[in-house]
């Protein structure tokens, strides 16, 4: 909140204005909607009016730059009468008579300021317009309680209106509104955010990178270190066959080594999660490892076969074949099979550059699942031309291939034992389908671990990853949430959505229906969520549906906490027992949930209501599991469009005890988490080695990755 940071929001709504503005240099309300993207019609209305200095209907950049430059150097109670006037609806005078009058007598501005007062239904008007600001929806008679609420805490004198005085003392009850009135007014009228300055020292030279990554980074200096012994090794043993010949040599046997390198056999590596490996290897790495191989693969092929071809090029020079007939025939005997190494090897590279294409982000995050997901089973073909391609292959393939098809015949015999059914379907808010399936007797699994699921109706040959979302503890069935956001999601929620057109009790007919809808589960697969509970200070952070994988440990955390519940039978007072034993050693939980909008949050609130009932009572060391909720499309409490409703949702929350957006007890703060002082307030709590769990969008796993090496966190991330 800098000179320099005015300075540049200055700049920026010059160029802003410039642009929009016509020949005449001059804005009108709709261009004035745009130039400083306030999207409300009455915040921009507002503005707009006690910006028209001259009543032209009509803004000039002069008279813009002018009335901003009291936001910027005013006083805080020069911004906060401007907010007073925002809020006195039927106020008269501009702030054109305002700014000059400041410059003689500050105190007799209020005076001028309008009507000199804010009645209960210029508030109301200014609520209902905060809400649709921050996209929040809420019945009138909510919107009524929070005017009620806002009003009788301001109006002291109970007048029935509320005076510049009373709005500045009723600020006065929430330090951190004041001290936003002090700040720059790039953050008041929200402009664009800029970007944070670039770290002097990249992450990956820090020390704190080096240590919370040390099993990453040991395991890839060894994998770089093997694989250029074998490169080596493999040029030394071919030297007679000149340089070339040694390059290709030397990349063929390192795709020995790393087309064997199975990384992705989640049976073998869920069973090594439970074994003393997990210290040493990073196993939640394995995607991202799988993802470099996949990457060295490519690579070393591109080098191989570049190097062939030189190669054939020097021997063609001397020899009664062209380079068109080493390349693409098998006249020149090539190869352990019939001479088919030069045909296999044009295959092959065409089928791995493919793969790659098809597993590239843009694919899998575009809707277009299926594409990686077919072309990703060529790895047989990758495998079976290998063979022949290559003499030495099958000695590499032996023993991995062995337990690649050892887990294959495993997960088909336990997909397939027994017959699941999905006996419950209930579509949710932002087009969420939960599932509620049978769970087969020997079906076991931990908290946040996920399954394939195969559904014939939807697609008979389609295998998709989803965490389960119900506990351990239910005995009787798993749950699924899904959310919509590719062809077979969407598919999915389409095929159970129909029979609400056609009956006037939807519900009742999709349970009927759902029970003759077959479906079959493979798993469960383990995820690093495993270790929470080996961890003493946990933060669970889920950002919209990746909330899943934390709602079976949430759950799971809700049946032990009534397992040690003890009441009195004298007094019914109840208590939990001391949580913290050989299966569980957390002693502190921090939840926070990060959602876009609204309705994000009703499909869970249920279980979040139930968790807070059951820690009705404090606990003597303080709450044991504490929820932290984000709305982004909320404006924070740092925008003056949304000073008032903050405040009125943080009255009405204190007396009702409950947040209006969600029902739950936990207030629901607007905009994103600040997470340096999210981590701070952790950091301060010295519960024990904290472990971060996140599951959501890359993007934001950077940011709290980040903030987790400053701090000496561990990191772990869902991967799929």
Same mark, same amino acid.
């Given at each position: ?27 009108d309300?709709?261009? !004035?909607?745009?130039?400083l ?8 209305e ?7 200095s ?7 950049l ?13 006083s805080?109670t020069d911004k ?13 005078y ?7 009058l400041v410059?003689?007598s500050?105190?007799?501005?209020? !005076?001028?300021a ?19 600001? %921050?996209?929040? %929806? #809420? ?9 009620l ?5 301001a109006?002291?004198d ?14 006065e ?18 402009p ?8 002097q ?11 919370n ?15 250029l ?5 493999a ?9 070339w ?17 199975l ?14 490996v997990?210290?040493?290897?990073p ?7 799988h993802?470099?191989?996949?990457y060295?693969?490519?690579c ?26 080493y390349? #693409? ?7 352990w099979v ?8 044009v295959?092959?590279q ?12 843009f694919?899998?995050r ?7 997901y ?7 073909w ?5 063979m ?13 291939? #062995? ?24 579509? #949710?808010?932002s087009?969420?389908t939960?599932l ?28 998709h ?8 503890e ?11 956001m ?28 759902c ?29 919209g ?28 007072y ?12 957390l ?16 499909w869970?609130v ?17 709450r044991?599991l ?8 909320a ?9 008032g ?11 009702e005890?409950?947040d209006?957006?969600t029902?739950l ?22 519960k ?12 934001l ?20």
């Open positions: 909140m800098s000179l320099d940071e005015d300075a540049r929001w200055l700049e920026w709504v010059t160029k802003q204005f410039e642009t929009i503005a016509g020949d005449d240099k001059e804005i309300i709709d261009e !004035f909607k745009t130039a993207k306030v999207k409300e019609s009455f915040f921009a507002r503005f707009f009016a006690l910006f028209d001259d009543g032209s209907s009509s803004i000039s002069d008279e813009l730059l002018e009335a901003l430059d009291l936001l910027i150097h005013g805080e906060l009468r401007f907010l007073f006037q925002v809020y006195d609806v039927d106020g008269r501009s702030s054109y008579f305002l700014l000059r410059l003689v500050v105190s007799s501005w209020f !005076f001028f309008g009507s000199g007062s804010i009645d209960p239904d210029e508030l109301r008007t200014v609520l209902k317009s905060c809400l649709r600001e %921050s996209a929040i %929806s #809420l019945p009138e008679e909510k919107l009524d309680d929070l005017t609420a806002l009003f009788e805490s109006d002291k109970n007048s029935g209106s509320i005076t510049f005085e009373e709005l500045k003392a009723e600020l009850n929430f330090p951190e509104v004041m001290e936003n009135l002090t700040i720059s007014a790039a953050n008041w009228l929200k664009p955010e800029v970007d944070q300055k670039k770290r020292t990249p992450r990956y030279l820090t020390r704190v990178y080096w240590q990554n040390s099993r990453k980074l040991l395991f890839l200096c060894v994998y770089a270190l093997l694989s012994l074998l490169f080596v090794g040029m030394l043993q071919n030297s007679h066959g000149g340089a010949f040694m390059v290709a040599k030397g990349c063929g046997q390192c795709l020995n080594f790393n087309c064997t390198f990384l992705m056999l989640r049976r073998c590596l869920t069973w090594l999660r439970a074994t003393w997990v210290r040493v290897l196993l939640d790495q394995n995607i991202l490892l993802q470099i191989v996949g060295a693969i490519l070393y092929t591109l080098v191989h076969t570049t190097a062939h071809i030189f190669n054939f090029v020097h021997l063609s020079e001397n020899s009664t074949f062209s380079l068109w007939e390349l #693409l025939t098998t006249r020149p005997g090539i190869g019939k001479g088919t190494a030069s045909l296999t090897g295959v092959l065409v089928v791995i550059c493919l793969m790659v294409l098809c597993s590239s982000t694919v899998r575009s809707g277009h699942f299926e594409v990686f077919w072309s990703h089973l060529s790895y047989i990758v495998w079976s031309l290998l022949v391609h290559c003499a030495n292959f099958w000695k590499w393939f032996l023993v991995p291939g #062995l337990a690649f098809i050892l887990e294959k015949i495993v997960g088909i015999a336990v997909s397939r034992m027994g017959g699941l059914y999905i006996v419950e379907v209930n579509l #949710l808010p087009k969420v939960h509620v399936i049978k769970r087969p007797q020997f079906f076991h699994f931990k908290p946040g671990d996920y399954v394939y699921i195969n559904i014939p109706v939807i697609a008979k040959y389609e295998w990853p989803f965490t389960i979302s119900s506990a351990p239910q005995s009787d069935a798993l749950w699924l949430h899904i959310r919509s590719g062809q077979w999601t969407n598919r999915l929620y389409e095929y159970f959505r129909q029979p609400e057109t056609e009956t006037v009790n939807p519900k009742r007919l999709m349970s009927l229906m029970i003759f809808c077959q479906c079959y589960v493979d798993g469960p697969y383990g995820t690093p969520t495993r270790q929470i509970f080996a961890s003493e200070h946990a933060v669970l952070i889920g950002a549906i990746g909330i899943t994988p934390f709602a079976s440990i949430l759950q799971s955390i809700m049946y032990r906490y009534r397992r040690r519940k003890q009441n009195c039978p004298n007094c019914n109840s208590w939990c027992e001391n949580i913290k034993d050989s299966e569980m050693k002693r502190k939980v921090d939840f926070i949930w990060i959602n876009r909008d609204q309705k994000s949050f009703e869970f249920s279980l979040l209501t139930k968790l807070e009932m059951d820690q009705a009572d404090e606990e003597p060391e303080g044991f504490e929820m932290h909720m984000y709305m982004t499309s404006l924070s409490k740092n925008d003056m469009k949304a000073i409703l903050q405040m009125a949702l943080d009255l009405l929350a204190k007396k005890k409950r209006s957006i029902g007890r936990t207030r629901t703060q607007p905009g994103r988490p600040e997470w340096g002082k999210v981590f701070q307030k952790v950091f301060e709590e010295n024990g080695k904290v472990h971060v769990f996140y599951c959501g969008s890359p993007a796993a950077k940011v709290i990755k980040a903030q987790c090496e400053h701090f000496g966190f561990n990191f772990y991330k869902e991967n799929f």
